[in-house]
């Protein structure tokens, strides 16, 4: 069964430090990986698209990596503002299907 | 630049009443597509169209559901008659017209926020 499973859960940080949240996936085949901030009360907003053979894409302070071979991503936020706190949702296409992540929510703290 | 425009934000209303929701894509995007979220089930698409055509309806719950197309600027989705398990925040969503599978984003609207009592 395809799936998409995000961790943690939940993640509180103080602001200016680093956190990395992971999405792990057992989607055949694969065609991209995607990643989406979404704030509260907010529609998710496109951060980066990474294809089979991208192993790392920035956006700013965002940095995703994919290892397709072990079927791993991860997200790596540098130096956190107050900003960033929001859920991450990883999304994998394959099949002519998307198939969502429940999310990471990530709380920065002053 | 405009993004994906929906009304209303917030909608509350009693069991067995219809319900429409409504979303303006962004100009020149071919695609849309309407998504439902709940804490229990995430995000899950409901229905997509491409050049105002439904392409998948997969997803729409059951006949009490249906979306609408009628020109590349509007859509609605309606409720009728609606339950309290339709309770959700219901996105649109539109991209680009290399399709939803492709390397572009979707870019999505800010929602409305059903509750049905």
């Known amino acids: 069964k395809n799936q998409v499973e995000q961790s943690p859960q939940s993640l509180i940080i103080l602001e200016g430090k680093n956190c990395t949240l992971q999405c792990n996936y057992t989607v055949s085949p694969f065609s991209n990986l995607r990643w989406y901030k979404q704030d509260t009360g907010r529609g998710p907003v496109s951060l980066t698209i990474m294809t089979f053979s991208e192993n790392t894409k920035s956006n700013g302070r965002y940095t995703a990596t994919l290892d397709a071979d072990t079927k791993q991503s991860s997200l790596h936020i540098t130096a956190s503002q107050l900003s960033d706190s929001a859920s991450y949702i990883c999304?994998?296409?394959?099949?002519?299907?998307?198939?969502w992540g429940a999310g990471t929510k990530l709380i920065i703290k002053p | 630049d405009a993004g994906v425009i929906q009304s209303p934000r917030h909608e509350v209303t009693e069991m067995g009443q219809e319900v429409t929701l409504r979303c303006k894509p962004i100009?020149?995007?071919?695609?849309l597509f309407w998504y439902r979220q709940t804490m229990m089930r995430g995000l899950e698409l409901l229905i997509y169209?491409?050049?105002?055509?439904?392409?998948?309806d997969s997803g729409m719950p059951e006949d009490r559901f249906s979306a609408k197309m009628p020109n590349a600027s509007f859509s609605t989705l309606k409720i009728q008659p609606s339950e309290p398990r339709d309770s959700a925040v219901y996105f649109c969503a539109s991209s680009s017209s290399e399709g939803p599978y492709s390397n572009q984003p979707q870019h999505f609207g800010d929602g409305t926020r059903l509750s049905i009592l």
């Open positions: 169209f491409n050049n105002n055509v439904p392409i998948d």
């Open positions: 100009s020149g995007h071919d695609y």
């Open positions: 999304v994998v296409t394959s099949n002519y299907q998307l198939i």
